[in-house]
């Protein structure tokens, strides 16, 4: 069902699956990492906007936003190694803020899409907190999970 203005009360009716996504960044096309690689393009968007980017997991129904409050585990692997860990809990925006915010004026399309956010340990993070430029290479194999949803397992084939 399309909608728009929900009530921050009403978000749980409207929301018919939860997933996980690998919401991929190429940041070195973003500028982030000037010291190793100059932006190719002034586009913030483009670099979360080629083929293959943005994968998602199997559409999972029964996961209700008090589920989500109450705190799923996420977490995010490359080839083994822990990356992010973090709660559904820990959110900086809570479901029905975020749904009630979006649709503010806006029709919400049956279907719609809402990524919510990564947790913390990024790359982007630890490259400013001092760490050394990491990117994905092909080969690689990143797993993300979140309690109760499974995983979603993508291999890097071009990078």
């Not at 500028?31 to 997991?57: H, M, N």
């Not at 999972?60 to 080839?79: F, Q, Y």
């Not at 809402?114 to 993070?125: D, F």
Request: include cysteine; hydrophobic fraction near 40%.
């Amino acid at each position: 069902t399309s909608c728009a203005d929900i009530p921050r009360d009403k978000v749980n009716d409207y929301i018919a699956f939860v997933t996980i996504a690998n919401d991929v960044s190429a940041r070195d096309e973003q500028g982030i990492y000037p010291e190793v690689k100059p932006a190719k393009d002034s586009q913030w968007g483009r670099g979360k906007s080629f083929d293959t980017f943005c994968p998602l997991g199997y559409l999972v129904t029964g996961v209700s936003v008090a589920d989500i409050k109450k705190g799923l585990e996420i977490k995010l692997s490359v080839n083994g190694e822990q990356k992010q860990y973090g709660s559904t809990s820990e959110m900086m925006m809570d479901v029905e803020d975020l749904v009630a915010d979006l649709s503010r004026g806006t029709t919400l399309r049956a279907g719609t899409v809402i990524l919510t956010g990564t947790p913390k340990g990024t790359a982007v993070e630890d490259h400013f907190a001092g760490g050394e430029a990491v990117f994905l290479k092909r080969g690689d194999r990143i797993v993300a999970e979140i309690e109760g949803l499974g995983a979603l397992v993508n291999p890097i084939a071009a990078a």
